[in-house]
């Protein structure tokens, strides 16, 4: 089976194991890498080793950050009392992309599962309820995915928050199932704009 050079299959198996690639993707992509080794191999390599050394999780947020704090909690112009809770940071990007959204978020890291054994302190739960005073949060805004994790996951935070916080959900415009990092910019604009309080 190792047609290629050993070095060269230890590639491969580590590419095979990316989101979307199978071992046959990634072949043809070490192949396609090594054939333009000085405008691809190389700089690819030296911004993986870059990311590797840098690449942190904001310790108030959950947000990748290259700082123990990102821009968008280190910004007093982000502290406009709005807090958005997303699943994970493909969420966050995404909500940012729209560019609508000018406070800040809160990432949980996941849903609350109990298949998975996951309960709220397996998630940034505990901190996000520091966080409602700390940054004196008027409004927390519930963007999670439409699957039924997510929706058991945004009643429990609701419940947890009633009576401190008002606390509203992204309007219909998320599908079913739907992440909102599939989402085209609009359709989160046009969700955010028609939040709806729980
Ligand atoms: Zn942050």
């Known amino acids: 089976m190792a047609d290629a050079p050993q070095e060269i299959e230890a590639l491969i198996d580590m590419m095979a194991r990316l989101p979307g690639l199978g071992p046959r993707s990634a072949r043809r992509a070490v192949l396609h890498l090594i054939a333009r080794r000085g405008q691809l191999l190389a700089p690819l390599a030296q911004a993986m080793q870059a990311v590797a050394e840098t690449a942190r999780e904001c310790l108030n947020c959950g947000n990748i950050a290259t700082a123990d704090i990102c821009p968008i909690c280190a910004s007093e112009a982000r502290a406009n009392g709005e807090l958005c809770v997303v699943e994970d940071v493909a969420d966050l990007w995404a909500m940012e992309r729209a560019g609508v959204f000018r406070g800040r978020y809160h990432v949980l890291g996941g849903t609350l599962s109990a298949l998975d054994s ?3 302190e397996e998630l940034r739960i505990p901190r ?8 004196n949060i008027t409004e927390v805004i519930l963007a999670l995915n439409a ?7 945004a009643h429990y935070i609701a419940d947890a928050l009633e009576g401190r916080v008002r606390v509203s959900s992204l309007a219909q415009g998320v599908p079913v199932g739907g ?6 910019d609009g359709t989160i604009t046009a969700a955010l704009r028609a939040r709806k309080t729980l």
Request: negative net charge.
């Open 118 to 120: 996951i309960g709220p």
């Open 128 to 135: 996000l309820l520091d966080r409602i005073e700390a940054e």
């Open 147 to 153: 699957t039924v994790d997510g929706q058991t996951t």
């Open 179 to 184: 992440e909102l990092d599939y989402l085209d």
